[in-house]
C-alpha cells in the first residue's frame, strides 16, 4: 500500500456556534491526485488552511508528509506548494523576476534558481513570456506561473483550491494535463479542490465530496457508482426506427422479459434501460428480432454527476 502523505484524523474547525469543518477523516496517499469536491462554503478552503498551518484546529489532529501541521507549520511549508484561486504577483517585475524573487525566499542560490526557473517557465509554456510584467498577464498566464511559483522549492505536495477559475476552456485543459503529468511523472501528491465536476473526474485517481463540513462520501468513480447504483449499474439507451415505431409496444415486453433488465422507461422510439449488468448485446439482438429497425444504441456508466446528484437528491448531505 502507497504511503500516507496527508492524514486528517476527527478534524474539526468551529468558529463560535458554526461549525465549518466537522470531525473530518481522510487518508491521502503519496503519488496520487485527490479531488476534494463540493458546493462553495462546504468547508474545502478551511480544510486546506489547516493542512497549510495558516488556522488551527479545533480539534482533531492534520498530518501533512508526516508532521502536524498545527505545531510545524513552518516544516510544512517547506514540502508544501499551494496554488489559491487567485494567485498575486508584483504586477511592475516580469514572470521571470516574480519567480526568481520566490526562488530566493525559498532559499535557493541565484544559480539554481535561475536553472529551475528556465525549466519551469518552459514546462508551463510560458518561456517566451517571461520577460512581459505580470500585470499584462491573462488569468490563464498567472494561474500558469503560479504553478511554476508553487514547484520551485520541489515541493512533495501540492494544494490547488479552485485553480482554473475564470480560465477559458483551452487553457483549464492544458492546466489539467499538466497537473496529471506532474502527478505521474515525478510522483507529486496532488489535492486538488474545486466544485467543478467535469475537471476533479477529469483527472483525479479519488474524490471526496465534502458538504456542510462533513465528507460524506470518498473513492474512485467506480468504486462510488457501484456503492450508490448497486442495482442499475449500466443504463443502456435504444432508439429504434420511426417508420417501425408501431411494432414498439410489443419489443417493450419483449425487452422486459431479459435477464439483467431492471427498469425500463419508452419515449415514442426510444427507450432507457436500467441493467444489472451490460446486456448490450441482449438487448441489440431483440430489437433485431422484433423487426422495430435498431437506430442507435449505446451504453453508459454512471459518473461523478450521477454520484453527486444522488446524494443530494437522497438528502444524505444533511
Known sequence: MSESIIELVDLTKKYGSFTAVDQLNL???KGEVFGLLGPNGAGKSTTILMMLGLTEPTSGSVH???????????????????LPEDVGFYPDRSGWENLLFIAQLNGLSPKEATERAEVL???????????????????????????AEVLIKNPEVIILDEPTSGIDPKGVQEFLELIVQLSKEEGITVLFSS???????????RVGIFVRGKLIAEGNIQSLSQQLFANEPFTIYAEVSAAQSAKSAGLSYQL????????????????????????????????????????????REHGLDDIYNRYFQGGDYA
Do not use: W
Open 27 to 29: 487518508e491521502i496517499r
Open 64 to 82: 501533512v508528509c508526516q508532521t502536524n501541521s498545527a505545531e510545524n507549520p513552518i516544516e510544512v511549508k517547506r514540502k508544501v506548494g499551494y
Open 121 to 147: 517557465l518552459k514546462r508551463v509554456g510560458l518561456l517566451d513570456q517571461a520577460s512581459k510584467k505580470t500585470g499584462t498577464f491573462s488569468r490563464g498566464m498567472r494561474q500558469r506561473l503560479g504553478l
Open 195 to 205: 466544485h467543478n465536476l467535469h475537471q476533479v473526474q477529469q483527472v483525479c485517481d
Open 256 to 299: 422486459q422479459q431479459l435477464d439483467g433488465l431492471i427498469s425500463l422507461q419508452q419515449n415514442g422510439q426510444h427507450f432507457q434501460l436500467g441493467c444489472s449488468a451490460n446486456i448490450s448485446d441482449k438487448i441489440a439482438r431483440t430489437i433485431v428480432e422484433s423487426g422495430a429497425g435498431l437506430q442507435s444504441l449505446y451504453k
